[in-house]
Each structure stands twice: as C-alpha cells, then as structure tokens.
C-alpha cells in the first residue's frame, strides 16, 4: 500500500458559501460534489479575522493570542512552536508547502519546518511587488480615487483621475495575481511531484497549500466577475480594503461588494478543482488524509465594514472546513465529527494526530480530547482600528490598539474588549444572533484578562460563578 500523506489546503479569505447562495447554479460546484465522500465541520470558529494568526494557530496550535504581531517590521513574531511539518518530518516523513500570500512564509514564523517551501512557484516574487505597490502610496491614492470617482459632486477630471489610477492598479494587480494563482500553483505543484517520482522518493509527503482566489483584489475578468463588466465599487483593485473602508461606505453598495466576491467562489472552486486532480493523477491521495478549510472571512459591507481584520463578526470568523481519509485511491465513509465549536488550534491537534504509518484517524475522539484541553473556540485580534493611509507614502495606521477576543461554545456567543494595555476589560456586541450566557461571559472576561497580565474584576450575582469559571481555567492550563 502507498504510504500515508497529509494534504492540507487553505482557502484564505473564504466566507461560507452557503451563505452567499441566492438560488441558481452552485457558486462552487466542485467543492459541493466533492464534500459528498467527505465530512463537513458545522461549527468552526476562525482564530482571528486576519490571516497571520489564523494559520499560525492551524500549524502550530499555538492560542489565537500569542499569534499576533504587525507585518510591517515584524517586531514580534509568534513563539518558537513544534509545527505540523515538523511532526511529520520526527515521524518518518517530508514536507513541502505551496503558499500563495506573502504573509504566510517560514520568515513570519507563519509556516515553519517545511523541508521545501514554494518549490518553484513564483509567489515570493509577487510579494515582493505587492509590498512594492502598498508602500509606494497606492493605496493613499486609491483612497483619493475613491472618493474623487464616486463623491457626488466630483469634477470630470477628478473622476478622469480616478479611472485612470484604478484600470492602472488593475492591470498590474492582475499582473502580480498571474504569479501566484491556482494555474501556476498547479503546474509547480504537478512539477515538483514529477521529480520526486524521478528520484524514487517513497517517503509519505505532507503537503500545504494557500489560495488566494477568494483574497482581495477583486478584479474583472480574474476573480471579480467577467471581462467588460461595469466598473464600480466592487472592482476596485485595493490590496487592502479595510483601510478604504471611511471612503466605501458612504459611496459603496454592499450588494455591489457581495456579487463581485460571489464571482470570486467559482474561481477558487476551479483552482482547488485543479489541485485535487493533480493530487489524485500523481497518486498522493491514493492513500491520505486531506483537510480543506479557510483561515477566515471577509466582511462585504456589513456593519460599515469591507474587508477583514479589526472585528470579529460572524461573517469574519464563522468558516467552512471539510475533512476526507483515503485509503487505495477511494474515500472512506465519512467520519463523524463533534458537534461543538472548534478553532484552527483543536485542528492543529487533529493534523498532529494523523500518523504517516496509517494509524487510523479519529477526528471526533481527537477534538473532543482537545477541547477538554484547551477549552473552547476562541478568536481573538489585536491592533488598531482601520484608517486610510497617512501621506503619500503607505503608513501603518497608528491609531489606538485594542484587543478582543470571541468565545463560542454551545449555542452561546461572548466577546470581551480591553485597550491595549489590557485596561477597561468590558464586553462588547457580537452583532450575531447568538446568545450570550453569564457564565461564558465569565470565562470570556478571565482568558482576556489573563492575557494582559490583570485580573478580571467580578461582583456581584457574576462573583458566584468564579469558583467555576476559575476550575474550568485550571484545567485548559490558564493559571
């Protein structure tokens, strides 16, 4: 028998679809059909609402809050942490890791222990000249477009300026997703397994994989619609549309931004379509686990907000995830999985689980161990809140830094709040139709607390759940 392989694909930025459908063919097709042989996670909860932390959390099951850390300059970076790949490579096997987003790299701590890394496949270099475009002053002048395109009273030659930046980024943002997209993931991806069946490597391979067809930039006639659509909001070709969200919202449509990124499922499911059949033709699923799930969501407009990153809303942070076990070329039944929330760090424990040697794989057992451990589904972010660019030249936005942190566990939904040195400790709305309970809120309040060093202040009917709340900490190993 074939040994066994660990395939794990990400699908950054990808909402539920279930969500997104309004009747009509399938949004993604592929996928739909090829759920069917496998087991689909009803309840998982994204470990932030931004991509670094996120699979951070996945490959290391490091907690959502000692993930964070701002790209530019990278100051921190996560904990050393042992990793999926290096796991596998303790138990006998190799590893090599597909990335289509620059921010998830072994350089950033985000994908350690991999023994080859984007083997021939030029993303690297697409994000080198996407950092190139945002610290040029793109964006600052994006923003400006924006608002001289779609300001009621805008000029002609505002308006002419505008079109003129925004079909410019256009076309060197397409230029850039070119390098990087599910075509030329699969062609390297197909090349690299052409030369291990040259050398006679035998050992099991564990392989990883980002795309990035559902990410922003959305642009027509690549994964925003068809070519010669109308030009609107919805295809503004912004690398980062949380920052441009002061000019979307009172210019923008919602329904506008939600269309273009519905465009953007078909792509991804083409994409994924053409990984899996490059797995299937190279014979590394004849005898595999395969994990496909996204690392969080996008908000389209929703409460005032584009993009994703700075809040924790159901759409950000509520993802897909589907788990497959093949044995001679053909899936299993699907396994049963637990009902409860989980988060990409009860996931980590459930790839660290599969053995190369073929050891049966126990996803609910697994899970619910692992939720014992550490407690349940949390997301949290870290930051400041979004703003345009400051000059011409990209600046981090430097405004004041919060942290949040999301539990949900149950039918239940709490978030708690703190600036950024872990003071004014309060909850905050979900914005979902979740219920909150006192005791969640209690456990909510101690993890968040616990993190900035300070302790959660209760009194009153609240102080009689301490003793339990502070048990339950206990054992999730939060002293």
């Not at 850390?69 to 597909?98: C, I, L, N, Q, T």
């Amino acid at each position: 028998m074939a040994p066994r392989n660990l395939v794990v694909i990400v699908a950054d930025t990808l909402r539920d679809p279930k969500g997104l459908q309004r009747g009509g063919p399938s949004l993604m097709p592929f996928l739909d059909a090829f759920a069917k042989s496998g087991a689909r996670f009803e309840r998982l909860l994204a470990s932030s609402s931004w991509t670094a932390p996120s699979h951070v959390s996945l490959l290391t099951g490091l907690d959502p809050w000692e993930t964070h850390f701002e790209v530019p300059g990278a100051s921190r970076r996560p904990p050393p942490a042992e990793s999926v790949a290096d796991a596998w490579g303790k138990a006998g096997g190799v590893s090599a890791a597909f990335s289509a987003n620059f921010v998830v790299t072994p350089v950033l701590g985000t994908a350690t222990g991999y023994t080859r890394f984007n083997p021939g496949f030029p993303s690297g270099t697409a994000g080198k000249l996407q950092l190139a475009l945002q610290f040029s002053g793109y964006e600052r002048l994006l923003y400006w477009a924006v608002e001289a395109g779609y300001r009621p009273t805008g000029g002609p030659l505002g308006r002419l300026g505008s079109a003129a930046l925004s079909w410019g980024g256009t076309g060197f943002c397409r230029s850039i997703g070119g390098l990087r997209n599910g075509d030329t993931m699969a062609r390297s991806l197909a090349s690299f397994l052409r030369r291990r069946r040259r050398t006679g490597a035998t050992k099991p391979l564990h392989l990883f994989f980002n795309l990035v067809e559902a990410h922003e930039p959305y642009l027509p006639g690549d994964n925003g619609g068809p070519a010669g659509g109308p030009r609107d909001l919805a295809h503004l070709p912004s690398i980062n549309l949380a920052r441009l969200t002061d000019a979307l919202s009172p210019y923008g449509s919602p329904e506008r931004f939600q269309e273009v990124y519905r465009a953007s499922l078909p792509v991804l499911d083409r994409a994924l379509e053409r990984i899996v059949r490059v797995l299937q033709r190279s014979g590394v699923l004849d005898n595999a686990v395969l994990l496909f799930l996204s690392d969080h969501g996008q908000s389209l407009g929703e409460q005032g907000f584009y993009g994703h990153g700075y809040y924790l809303f159901d759409e950000l942070v509520k993802v897909p995830a589907y788990l497959w076990e093949f044995k001679d070329g053909k899936p299993l039944p699907a396994p049963s999985l637990p009902t409860e929330w989980v988060d990409h760090r009860h996931l980590f424990d459930l790839l660290r689980s599969v053995a190369p040697d073929g050891a049966p794989v126990a996803p609910q057992e697994i899970l619910t161990d692992s939720l014992v451990r550490r407690g349940p589904a949390c997301s949290y972010f870290e930051g400041p809140r979004p703003r345009p660019p400051g000059g011409f030249v990209f600046k981090t936005p430097r405004s004041q830094v919060y942290r949040m942190l999301r539990v949900q566990a149950g039918e239940a939904a709490v978030m708690g709040m703190s600036d950024g040195e872990g003071k004014n400790l309060r909850s905050v709305p979900t914005h979902s139709l979740d219920p909150t309970s006192p005791e969640l809120e209690a456990i909510a309040h101690q993890i968040l607390g616990s993190i900035q060093g300070v302790t959660a202040a209760t009194s009153g009917p609240q102080s009689a759940l301490d003793a339990q709340v502070d048990a339950r900490l206990k054992s999730w190993g939060y002293d």
